[in-house]
């Protein structure tokens, strides 16, 4: 990691303050990603993390604070902008496209990196065909890598929930993300299933990207070299696992002592 | 099947539909001809709800536009068709753009009733605004197309005029669907918050498609004006904008082809009927009913699930 990566981390969230009526939600809520890692976001319900979540993602946007991006003010863009910066999400309740096969579900992944215009694609320009063999050799790759060469041509709504999940992933992945943000990846796998998400976790880490994770899920979180504990709308401790575990605050919001 | 059969099969569709004005009476010619019209402007309706989830009632002011220009440059100006149908097609893009952008942030019931209100002001201004549209009265003489001093003068030679146009649409709508746009379009039909998390600009998107739909509405209007001649007030009024939804919804908005079908169920089917007499009106709206009920998909769809059916035998 040069220095560079590591005194401007990839993802900035800053004095991040959110309410819903009288409910603050978050309050100042401050961490930074950096580039190549793996951060966990850990915290009890109603900490709000899927509030976090989604103003890191841009469907909603902050009260106060602000969200910057590889060094960009991002705060206010909305979901698509980001997207084609390359920070993509998934969601705790897995959004396919139902009606759509796994592999158009893949296929798109790619849209965020190609161009062409409603003409050329009406007119089956050299550009839309091209890309069309582009999204279809990627689907095909990606698909094969996540285990799913046999679902392929099933719409994806009819595909078990828990795949949908990893088709989800999957078409993520498609997208070449720079931050992959993951919400709530493990539940409704069992626990083969989440040794295999762990390891995958890994992998795409180490082809670099950087990924973001909340979970519940302890066996999962530990693929993370930091956690962040929200609770009640604020960070109450961040650090290695291991060091979270022993913290006395976290030991008292978790377990109620 | 093999591209042996797959031949035949178009061969013989073709050459049905180049039969088929030659073997009907001119009545039923002259209805081919408004099934062509309407399967243009349709199919505008037709992809926005079918691929964008939008119900537009809007399509008969693009189809008025379309029209009133063609009439207006025309016989007004003196210039030539092509003329008046571009600045048809420019004047309702445009309008469509303007209108769009604002009210595409809408969604469903809302975005209906605001697609309504834009179809009855256009009706309003069509009558009120008499020096343009000539009012109630309309405007007649609107000279025939004729390219090279051929005239599309006859139910007939107007019928090769409009359904290859026609098909030639369907077709570029089949690629775009085939296409990157045409796989976001049906994606955020699924899931508008995935579709977004890709990139995909939705409201752009919709946008694109609103504007696309307004140039087909624009685009039979002018057609429809050089055939018929005459346009007035009457023939871009609201009950035109739900008869274009209805061919959709009837035709299958979920197959690119489904509104060719619906346009001819609503042209051709209630003039057939008239011959039972008073009787008629009822036995269409039952007709209507019942395809509703038993093809929820329109008969483009019942067609495609049939065929699907028999492929996996």
Redesign the interface.
């Known amino acids: 990691m040069t220095t560079a990566q590591t005194t401007k981390p990839l993802l900035q969230v800053a004095k991040i303050s959110h309410s819903f009526g009288g409910l603050h939600v978050l309050r100042g809520v401050d961490f930074g990603v950096s580039a190549g890692s793996i951060t966990g976001l850990i915290g009890p319900n109603g900490a709000g993390k899927s509030t976090l979540f989604n103003i890191i993602?841009?469907?909603l946007t902050p009260q106060h604070g602000s969200v910057q991006f590889d060094g960009r003010d991002i705060t206010r863009d909305?979901?698509?902008t980001r997207?084609?910066a390359g920070l993509?999400?998934t969601?705790q309740t897995p959004?396919?496209?139902?009606?759509?096969s796994v592999r158009?579900?893949l296929?798109?992944?790619?849209?965020?990196h190609?161009s062409?215009?409603?003409g050329g694609?009406?007119?089956?320009s050299r550009r839309?065909r091209l890309?069309?063999e582009q999204?279809q050799a990627q689907a095909a790759e990606t698909g094969e890598r996540f285990g799913l060469g046999d679902v392929m041509e099933r719409p994806a709504?009819q595909v078990p929930a828990g795949r949908q999940r990893i088709v989800?992933l999957a078409?993520?992945c498609v997208?070449a993300p720079r931050l992959l943000m993951l919400d709530e990846p493990s539940s409704g796998l069992n626990t083969t299933e989440i040794e295999q998400l762990r390891e995958l976790l890994r992998q795409l880490n180490s082809e670099g990207i950087t990924i973001v994770l909340v979970s519940h899920d302890m066996r999962l979180v530990d693929v993370a070299s930091r956690v962040h504990v929200l609770c009640f709308g604020s960070i109450i401790a961040s650090g290695a696992m291991e060091q979270i575990k022993r913290d006395e605050r976290v030991r008292e919001a978790y377990l109620g002592i | 099947m093999s591209p042996v059969r797959h031949a035949i099969v178009w061969g013989l569709a073709f050459a049905l539909w180049a039969a088929l004005p030659f073997a009907a009476t001119r009545h039923v010619v002259d209805l081919l001809v408004f099934a062509g019209l309407y399967t243009i402007a349709g199919l505008g309706v037709a992809f926005l709800l079918g691929q964008c989830g939008i119900v537009s009632l809007a399509q008969s002011v693009f189809y008025g536009i379309g029209a009133y220009c063609a009439a207006w440059f025309c016989v007004q100006k003196g210039l030539p068709s092509p003329v008046g149908m571009a600045a048809g097609i420019v004047l309702s893009t445009s309008i469509a753009a303007l209108v769009g952008w604002p009210i595409l942030r809408l969604s469903g019931y809302f975005l209906a009733l605001a697609t309504l209100a834009l179809g009855i002001i256009g009706q309003v201004l069509f009558l009120e605004w008499d020096g343009i549209t000539g009012g109630t009265l309309g405007i007649g003489g609107i000279p025939r197309i004729a390219p090279f001093g051929f005239a599309f003068d006859t139910p007939l030679r107007f019928y090769f005029l409009v359904w290859p146009i026609a098909l030639l649409l369907l077709a570029?709508?089949h690629?775009?669907l085939?296409?990157?746009?045409?796989?976001?379009l049906?994606?955020m039909?699924?899931?508008p918050?995935?579709?977004?998390?890709?990139?995909?600009?939705?409201h752009r998107?919709k946008v694109?498609?609103f504007v696309?739909s307004a140039a087909l509405g624009s685009l039979a209007g002018g057609l429809f004006a050089h055939y018929v001649t005459f346009v007035s007030v009457d023939s871009f009024a609201i009950d035109r904008s739900i008869s274009f939804l209805l061919l959709a919804v009837l035709g299958g908005v979920y197959t690119v082809w489904g509104p060719a079908l619906g346009a001819l169920f609503i042209t051709i089917l209630p003039q057939w009927l008239s011959r039972l007499g008073d009787i008629h009106a009822f036995v269409f709206a039952a007709a209507l009913i019942a395809a509703v009920i038993l093809l929820p998909e329109g008969f483009g769809g019942a067609i495609r699930n049939w065929w699907r059916a028999r492929a996996a035998k």
Do not use: W
């Not at chain 1, 959004?95 to 759509?100: D, G, S, T, Y």
């Not at chain 2, 918050?193 to 939705?202: F, H, M, Q, S, Y």
């Open positions: 993602s841009g469907f909305p979901v698509q997207a084609r993509v999400r969601f959004k396919v496209f139902a009606k759509l158009e579900n296929m798109l992944g790619c849209y965020r190609l062409s215009g409603v694609n009406m007119l089956r839309s890309e069309i999204m709504g989800e078409r993520g997208t | 570029l709508h690629n775009l085939h296409s990157r746009n045409g796989l976001a049906r994606a039909r699924d899931s918050e995935a579709a977004a998390v890709l990139g995909v600009d939705i998107l694109q498609m696309l």
